[in-house]
């Protein structure tokens, strides 16, 4: 076992190394003399634009890289060795790692036959079928490298240095819808939005544009005014990234009204807007690009003291962990503990706080965002939310390979 994770925390070094290297070769202009033949290399698709400028790349870029990690891997298992250690000696295995990937950026700058097509994996050309992986790089997540924005997704493996350096998401140039942008939080979140760099605009169903402060300078922010009884005439067309943040609270109410409103606004507008947002998903860079980010609130484990808020956002939170099953592109959850807000006059954070954190955590990659005080909500949530998504991946079925539905009568006959 000691072995195991002599071997793992090798492995795991290494790829930071690279990971590390990478970025500096974005950010010293030496190195990126060199760097630069990777990205001279691939059009859009990820075919190769020329096949010289490929082979050079490896030599230039590649190689050199993997001599570095190679450094690192022989010092880590000196240094493990040195520590009598159990298991140390398991260390090697960075070397022999990084060994492979030298003899493949070797084998593709010879040009021997097939090498690209084996070794290169986050390269291939080729209809992408995921959206970007939380954990691990994918071709779609490497993509977003090249064309999305080349100073950011650094990570050539495992995203953990993009996540610490909030590089896992760039939010530079995106256009970005919030609903409920009228709302505290839907406020204090086009301000972090616009801040990042993305293109805010704000939904409301008020008649009035939504005007915002930042560092004490008015600006009006591009509005469109909708309404969840309208939801298919909403323009997402330009959108990349929908934020669904909208929502009411009718406290202990529980009459019929109360009911159908709750359900209608909290959970069956979200699910056509998120479903709308989804059928627009059509080509590779939408489904790299793309994002839903969908407010559920803490309210789907706790006690919200609300019975219809629960009651809607559990369902709402339900309909989103199924739907993100089969999403074409990123859909996060944002899970967020009492905010002050016209909604909850009683919440203890500071909205302009949760949404500082959620921005901040969806640039680090996280696709379940927790912002709260309440400490058995980052315990029960998560348990939650995997046995939840075990049990309707294990029961359900995508449509391509759903049953075909049998109506009552057909049942009876």
Not at 165 to 194: I, N
Not at 208 to 220: N, Y
Not at 239 to 260: F, K, S
Request: hydrophobic share 45%; glycine share 6%.
């Amino acid at each position: 076992m000691l072995g195991v994770l002599w071997a793992v925390g090798a492995v795991f070094v290494v790829e930071l190394v690279r990971d590390t290297w990478h970025w500096l070769s974005h950010v010293w202009p030496w190195l990126y003399r060199h760097h630069v033949w990777h990205h001279r290399v691939f059009r859009r698709d990820l075919s190769v634009a020329s096949l010289e400028i490929y082979r050079k790349a490896q030599f230039y870029n590649d190689l050199p890289e993997c001599a570095v990690m190679l450094v690192f891997a022989i010092a880590i298992w000196q240094l493990s060795l040195l520590s009598h250690l159990p298991g140390a000696a398991a260390s090697s295995l960075g070397i022999l790692y990084t060994a492979g990937f030298m003899l493949a950026a070797i084998a593709r700058g010879l040009g021997w036959p097939r090498a690209r097509e084996l070794t290169d994996v986050t390269h291939k050309q080729g209809p992408f079928t995921e959206p970007p992986s939380a954990w691990f790089v994918n071709r779609t997540y490497h993509w977003r490298h090249h064309f999305d924005n080349d100073n950011a997704y650094y990570c050539s493996t495992f995203t953990f240095l993009d996540g610490l350096m909030g590089t896992a998401l760039s939010l530079k140039g995106k256009t970005v819808a919030v609903t409920g942008a009228s709302g505290t939080l839907g406020r204090a979140l086009l301000v972090h939005l616009r801040q990042a760099g993305a293109k805010v605009v704000a939904f409301t169903s008020r008649p009035e544009d939504v005007v915002i402060d930042i560092a004490g300078e008015t600006t009006v922010i591009p509005t469109r005014q909708w309404s969840v009884e309208r939801v298919e005439a909403v323009d997402l067309r330009d959108i990349d990234i929908l934020v669904i943040n909208h929502g009411i609270n009718v406290y202990g109410a529980r009459t019929p009204d109360a009911i159908q409103r709750s359900l209608a606004v909290n959970a069956a507008s979200a699910l056509a807007l998120m479903d709308a947002f989804l059928a627009m998903v059509q080509t590779d860079a939408d489904r790299a690009r793309k994002e839903v980010w969908v407010n559920t609130s803490e309210a789907e484990v706790s006690p919200a003291l609300s019975p219809l808020y629960e009651i809607s956002k559990r369902l709402l939170g339900q309909l989103v962990t199924l739907k993100r099953l089969d999403a074409p592109c990123t859909v996060r959850k944002i899970i967020l503990g009492p905010f002050k807000s016209a909604l909850n006059p009683y919440g203890v954070m500071s909205a302009e706080r949760v949404a500082a954190a959620v921005v901040r955590k969806a640039q680090s990659g996280q696709h379940n965002i927790i912002v709260t005080i309440n400490p058995l909500t980052w315990i029960v949530w998560p348990l939650h939310e995997v046995l939840t998504s075990l049990y309707f991946r294990w029961f359900s079925k995508a449509a391509s390979s759903a049953p075909t539905p049998v109506s009552e009568a057909e049942s009876l006959s």
